[in-house]
């Protein structure tokens, strides 16, 4: 008798263990992987940080478990020098955890250094200036001296750094009007006079050569030259040929 409750028992408990082994075994192959498995890391919205400093940017990314970067700093024509113009990824997007926001950081508005163009012709120098981002404007005065459309002044001076896009103002030489020559053939001439009148044009009288005809009277004009009508530059002087007269 006391030998069947025996060999019960140790069925009992082999059965027990059998169970338990079983039971452990599904628990490892089931349970255990996912309670060993890493956690995904967890994800955040990305903030707009544009337009702020770098030190509010940061503490405002730290908040989202976020981390700033400055990879640049660079000018912009619209954001004020030492705040965020430009940031990756872009606000709105959707990362991990503990990413690297990029940012760049303004420098302030975009300065160019003005050229030298004192001496080119016009075209040229406004050619140079527009190259480099400048707008240009330009006054003509009048000058012998020098090639016509020559520059001869400018401002700003060469060298100077100013802001992009700004006016740079260019004088240049312009070839003197042309002066028209009236029509003195068939008048009397009166050195006085003439001389009065070149000088309101910009002219000046030059010789005055005598001839004695008997067909006119004395001190009629036969020709200038340049001859009237023809256009020439100011200072130009003027030459008669007229009847023989005593001055």
Not at 89 to 108: C, H, M
Not at 133 to 154: I, M, N, T, W
Not at 225 to 231: I, L, T
Not at 232 to 244: D, K, L, M, S, W
């Amino acid at each position: 008798m006391s030998s069947r409750v025996g060999t019960t028992i140790a069925v009992s408990f082999a059965t027990s263990l059998v169970t338990s082994a079983a039971v452990f075994a599904v628990l490892q192959l089931v349970v255990a992987p996912k309670l060993n498995r890493p956690k995904t890391p967890g994800t955040t919205q990305v903030p707009n940080v544009i337009g702020l400093k770098p030190s509010d940017a940061t503490t405002i990314l730290q908040q989202k478990h976020l981390l700033l970067k400055v990879v640049e700093r660079s000018p912009n024509p619209k954001v004020r020098a030492g705040l965020i113009h430009s940031q990756e990824p872009l606000a709105g997007s959707v990362v991990r955890s503990g990413e690297y926001v990029l940012v760049k950081v303004s420098t302030g508005i975009p300065r160019e250094k003005v050229p030298q163009v004192v001496g080119m012709t016009f075209q040229a120098a406004k050619t140079a200036l527009e190259a480099k981002g400048f707008k240009v404007s330009g006054r003509g005065v009048e000058r012998q001296d020098v090639p016509a459309h020559q520059v001869l002044s400018q401002k700003p001076a060469a060298g100077q750094n100013v802001v992009k896009g700004s006016v740079v103002e260019l004088t240049f030489a312009n070839p003197p009007s042309l002066v028209e020559i009236p029509k003195f053939k068939g008048q009397y001439f009166k050195r006085k006079k003439i001389e009065e009148e070149l000088t309101k044009l910009g002219l000046k009288l030059g010789r005055v050569r005598r001839v004695d005809r008997a067909d006119t009277g004395e001190g009629y004009i036969y020709s200038t030259k340049p001859d009237s009508g023809e256009k020439v530059a100011p200072g130009t002087e003027v030459n008669f040929v007229i009847q023989h007269y005593e001055d």
